[in-house]
């Protein structure tokens, strides 16, 4: 478990870092390590857009009020763990931003009696500079979780065309 002390961020996964998905073996070993610890299962307090984009990668998109509230998994996480994940994540590479997010647990069902007090943390959302056309190339339709069913068709990267960078796979994907 991370201590509080050595706790640079609280992440919120809602694609293939959750649980049974392909990227999660990179936080079992931080966790192996003592740099990340399971929270809980979150949702985000505002709706936000999660989409598929190419070789069914999932994407948060940083449009507030459009798309649902997206159901994940928070991780306390070391910088150590950090700097991993961002190496992931693209975030040198322009793929996604590091930025801050509101969530509530995912088990708080009480909110229309009292809203519930937000846990802040930070979430990887596609890159701003392709994010909206993310969302019209979704048909402006998104999903609540990264399921297995929505996860179907997912190509790891290892098994993806190596010739080109994943920017240019979603330019790609984006003008077909």
Not at 29 to 56: F, N, Q
Not at 111 to 134: C, F, G, I, L, V
Not at 164 to 176: G, M, P, V
Request: glycine share 8%.
């Amino acid at each position: 478990m991370v201590a509080e002390a050595e706790t640079a961020a609280l992440i919120f996964t809602y694609g293939t870092l959750k649980r049974g998905f392909s990227n999660h073996p990179l936080l079992q070993d931080m966790m192996a390590t003592g740099d990340a610890s399971y929270v809980g299962s979150y949702r985000t307090r505002e709706r936000l857009p999660l989409v598929c984009g190419p070789y069914r990668v999932p994407f948060l998109l940083n449009l507030p009020g459009r798309g649902q509230r997206v159901s994940g998994e928070l991780y306390a996480v070391s910088q150590r763990a950090l700097e991993k994940m961002d190496e992931l994540e693209g975030l040198q590479r322009g793929h996604y931003e590091r930025l801050a997010i509101d969530l509530v647990r995912g088990d708080d069902d009480d909110e229309k009696k009292r809203p519930p007090d937000p846990t802040p943390a930070q979430a990887y959302y596609a890159h701003r500079s392709y994010a909206e056309e993310m969302w019209k190339k979704n048909g402006e339709e998104g999903y609540h979780c990264y399921t297995e069913k929505v996860a179907r068709g997912y190509v790891r990267r290892k098994d993806r065309p190596q010739t080109l960078t994943f920017l240019d796979q979603i330019r790609l994907f984006l003008n077909q």
